[in-house]
T-cell receptor, first 113, second 115 residues
């Protein structure tokens, strides 16, 4: 069965520190991969996506993600976190031929001064 | 360029009632998808409409139904409301069906509470 796992329910980092949010997927074929962010009371915003090609993907707001086929992972990173990055982050694969996102349970990021 | 607009923002209904949620898609987008997000969970796919036809459905019962209009706006209807239907309902628009090559544009959602 297809699944996506975000192992960290809640992460707290200091402002200016680096960040890595983990995402692991289990699909028969490599899915398309998306990261979305949801700020309190807001809808979701696309941070970045991976379809094929270069395994290091750059997104908005200084985020990047690395696709690792051997580990079935698509981890999100940011070198220096800002207080405004506090939000919920969702990894969302799309199976080949599917037309919908399958969201993980999310990782809540808290940023402390 | 306008984004995705959902109405109402909040709603309280009684178990057994029916509810209609509305969504105006982003200008130029012809596809609307609906997601249900329970508290503390990721969004779950309900269904998608493309050119006024249902274009995929998640694991939701038939009492969840939808419509898409010629201007690409959409409605989500839920009959015989249950307490577990309490959630944030998100509408997302995209172009040309599917998952949206450039990603969806999400609305801010309708918070439905069933009592």
């Amino acid at each position: 069965a297809q699944s996506v796992t975000q192992p960290d329910i809640h992460i707290t980092v200091s402002e200016g520190a680096s960040l890595e949010l983990r995402c692991n997927y289990s699909y028969g074929a490599t899915p398309y991969l998306f990261w979305y962010v949801q700020s309190p009371g807001q809808g979701l915003q696309l941070l970045l996506k991976y379809f094929s090609g270069d395994t290091l993907v750059q997104g908005i707001k200084g985020f990047e993600a690395e696709f690792k086929r051997s580990q079935s992972s698509f981890n999100l990173r940011k070198p220096s976190v800002h207080w405004s990055d506090a939000a919920e982050y969702f990894c969302a694969p799309v199976a080949t031929g599917a037309n919908n996102l399958f969201f993980g349970t999310g990782t809540r990021l808290t940023v402390i001064p | 360029e306008t984004g995705v607009t959902q109405s109402p923002t909040h709603l309280i209904k009684t178990r057994g009632q029916q509810v209609t949620l509305r969504c105006s898609s982003q200008s130029g987008h012809n596809t609307v998808s609906w997601y249900q997000q329970a508290l503390g969970q990721g969004p779950q796919f309900i269904f998608q409409y493309y050119r006024e036809e249902e274009n995929g459905r998640g694991n939701f019962p038939p009492r969840f139904s939808g419509l898409q209009f010629p201007n690409y706006s959409s409605e989500l209807n839920v009959n015989a409301l249950e307490l577990d239907d309490s959630a944030l309902y998100l509408c997302a628009s995209s172009l040309q069906g599917g998952h949206g090559y450039n990603g969806y544009t999400f609305g801010s959602g309708t918070r439905l509470t069933v009592v």
